[in-house]
Nanobody, 128 residues
């Protein structure tokens, strides 16, 4: 499975962005994958942002983005999205999408080591 993230950019505080992650390749269908978003700011470790189960019914979020970010997926389009509202300068980072075949307990969805496939990352820069 190949993952291609897009949608990043340079924006001002308070605006919105929507990231997309398109999956392609052979093997198990995208709809069976648990998908996640992680981010890494300069000089910091990669951190969990959001994840969603194969059915889309159980999203999970980092506390820092709850209420501002929404993860969703369109299995017909093999795409997962991250809608980011009310962006803050501290959201500045490279955002990576990731996928895993699972099975995976919900509590483990925020652990980057659980993911088998990673996209190339898309830069999000929020200016103050």
């Amino acid at each position: 499975v190949q993952l291609q993230a897009s949608g990043g950019g340079l924006v001002q505080t308070g605006v919105s962005l929507r990231l997309s992650c398109a999956a392609s390749g052979r093997g198990r269908t995208f709809s069976s994958y648990i998908m996640g978003w992680f981010r890494q700011a300069p000089g910091k470790e990669r951190e969990f942002v959001a994840a969603i189960t194969w059915s889309g019914g159980i999203p999970d979020y980092a506390d820092s983005v709850k209420g501002r970010f929404t993860i969703s997926r369109d299995n017909a389009k093999n795409t997962v999205y991250l809608q980011m509202n009310s962006l803050k300068p501290e959201d500045t980072a490279v955002y990576y999408c990731a996928g895993t075949r699972g099975p995976l307990r919900i509590a483990r969805m925020k652990v980057s080591d659980e993911y088998d496939y990673w996209g190339q990352g898309t830069q999000v820069t929020v200016s103050s």
